[in-house]
């Protein structure tokens, strides 16, 4: 008798597309492998410009994910446990960095943090210029990454359901502690991985930060930004920065997925 578990596994046709799918992602990446001047490689990473550049990046896009986790905590939840017309267009402006192209994010941030912008004014009378600073690198990389921590953690929490959030409300727990000893500890490896795409998200940013922040060596000029000025001067030293850039990304989602098998 035939085991009825072999007849649900994968259909032997659907490797073809898998297969063609995957050598479309990955030969490019292959094709950074080869072309990287290894002779030079280390040279080319540990210029100064390039250090800068890592270091603006690691930080600015650390400190963009903590502002994702800050406010993308409160937006998942309030749209997993809310119910309302109303949610279904806030979740839709909430989800728009999604599909706007980041130089249109870029766009709006000037023109409502910049010197002449919807706020900056207010920000010009305090004596605080935004635009063209470390701190618009950071606010264009929170507008863009902060949506993919709301979707992740949004997911997780209509997955989870509410069935232990009333028995905890039932034994008498106020809603915050609720949130905090039983929401939280059930959907952190969903707040983890959204985080990680956050981040992920944040360090590879390039349209927004040089459409608000400019290209400021050693203030606004993050990595991508120097990938992008390099290719025109020095074509090997894009490509060895690119494979560094590569490498970041593939150690932190790594680094995630043990972290959430860990959880």
């Given amino acids: 008798m035939t085991d009825p578990r072999r007849r649900v596994g994968v259909p032997t046709w659907i490797y073809v597309p898998a297969l063609a799918g995957a050598a479309f992602v ?78 249109v994010g870029g766009i709006a941030l000037l023109y409502t943090f910049g010197r ?7 920000f010009e009378v305090l004596g605080v210029q935004v ?22 953690l949004e997911g997780a929490l209509r997955t989870a359901g509410q069935r232990f959030e009333v028995v905890a409300a039932s034994l008498g727990a106020s809603p915050t502690t609720v949130f905090r000893r039983v929401t939280l500890p059930m959907v952190l490896p969903g707040l983890v991985s959204g985080a990680v795409l956050a981040f992920a998200r944040a360090l590879g940013e390039f349209g927004a930060t040089i459409t608000f922040a ?4 050693g203030v606004t000029r993050t ?10 001067t020095d074509a090997e030293a894009a490509v060895a920065l690119s494979l560094v850039l590569v490498v970041v990304a593939v150690l932190v989602i790594g ?3 043990q972290g959430r098998s860990a959880l």
């Fill in 26 to 103: 990955l030969l490019p990446l292959l094709a950074i492998v080869l072309r990287t001047p290894w002779s030079r490689f280390l040279d080319l990473i540990t210029s100064e410009a390039s250090r800068e550049a890592l270091l603006l990046s690691l930080r600015t896009s650390a400190t963009s994910t903590l502002l994702c986790v800050l406010f993308g905590v409160p937006m998942a939840t309030v749209l997993a446990r809310s119910e309302g017309r109303w949610l279904g267009v806030v979740r839709s402006l909430v989800l728009l960095p999604l599909v706007l192209p980041p130089v």
């Fill in 131 to 152: 635009a063209f600073s470390t701190t618009a690198v950071v606010m264009a990389q929170t507008f863009v990454a902060l949506p993919f921590l709301v979707v992740s």
């Fill in 255 to 257: 680094f995630a997925r």
């Fill in 116 to 122: 002449r912008g919807l706020l900056g004014e207010t």
């Fill in 223 to 232: 990595l991508p930004l120097e990938i992008y000025l390099r290719r025109e």
């Fill in 214 to 217: 400019g290209s400021l060596q």
